[in-house]
T-cell receptor, first 112, second 114 residues
Framework: EPEVTQTPSHQVTQMGQEVILRCVPISNHLYFYWYRQILGQKVEFLVSFYNNEISEKSEIFDDQFSVERPDGSNFTLKIRSTKLEDSAMYFCASSEAGIGRTFGSGTRLTVV | DAKTTQPTSMDCAEGRAANLPCNHS???????VYWYRQIHSQGPQYIIHGLKNNETNEMASLIITEDRKSSTLILPHATLRDTAVYYC???????????????FGTGTRLQVTL
């Protein structure tokens, strides 16, 4: 069964550093998403991406965050100047027609 | 998107049917009911969705009341691997492409026991 692949599975970074979380969506999918889940809290929507542009973003997704689909296969989330409160599981998801989404297994980001 | 209400937790014996309820009394005509689950900090997994007719797939059945104000997800023969948090989400769009977000609540924690 096709999967959404996320790398790395765990990333530790120092406060103030930039991180790039990488995702390979399912190949024929057209819609891409990032969500995050702070430990013990709800899964929160960050951003959706379609046709090479952001379709929707949440209040969380401020200027610190950016997304890119650099080469037609990868979908990345960049977090500039990380803060302690950015520590969370980050989930990438993709969808063929925007209906059911397939989520990756996540990247655990720890900011120290 | 309409708000949903789910019990915080439920138990189910292995091999029995697990019936997970969801209230969505403010659902509007163009909103679909989606169910996802999350197994122990893994990524959420899509289960099923529906508008007004009952739906069934290889994972589960979805029963939506006639007034669409509530629904029930049925796992016909629960196994230990079905232990997870189950999320009922109401969202516009279910048969056309849309990038609109999913809003996850706190869900129902289903514990399947021997």
């Amino acid at each position: 069964e096709p999967e959404v692949t996320q790398t790395p599975s765990h990333q530790v970074t120092q406060m103030g550093q930039e991180v790039i979380l990488r995702c390979v969506p399912i190949s024929n999918h057209l819609y891409f998403y990032w969500y995050r889940q702070i430990l013990g809290q709800k899964v929160e929507f960050l951003v959706s991406f379609y046709n090479n542009e952001i379709s929707e973003k949440s209040e969380i997704f401020d200027d610190q965050f950016s997304v890119e689909r650099p080469d037609g296969s990868n979908f990345t989330l960049k977090i500039r100047s990380t803060k302690l409160e950015d520590s969370a599981m980050y989930f990438c998801a993709s969808s063929e027609a925007g209906i059911g989404r397939t989520f990756g297994s996540g990247t655990r980001l720890t900011v120290v | 998107d309409a708000k949903t209400t789910q019990p915080t937790s439920m138990d189910c014996a292995e091999g029995r049917a697990a019936n997970l309820p969801c209230n969505h009394s403010t659902i509007s005509g163009n909103e679909y009911v989606y169910w996802y689950r999350q197994i122990h900090s893994q990524g959420p997994q899509y289960i099923i969705h529906g508008l007004k007719n009952n739906e069934t797939n290889e994972m589960a059945s979805l029963i939506i009341t006639e007034d669409r104000k509530s629904s029930t997800l049925i796992l016909p023969h629960a196994t230990l691997r079905d232990t997870a948090v189950y999320y009922c989400i109401v969202r516009a769009g279910g048969n056309t492409g849309t990038a609109s977000k999913l809003t996850f609540g706190t869900g129902t924690r289903l514990q399947v026991t021997l």
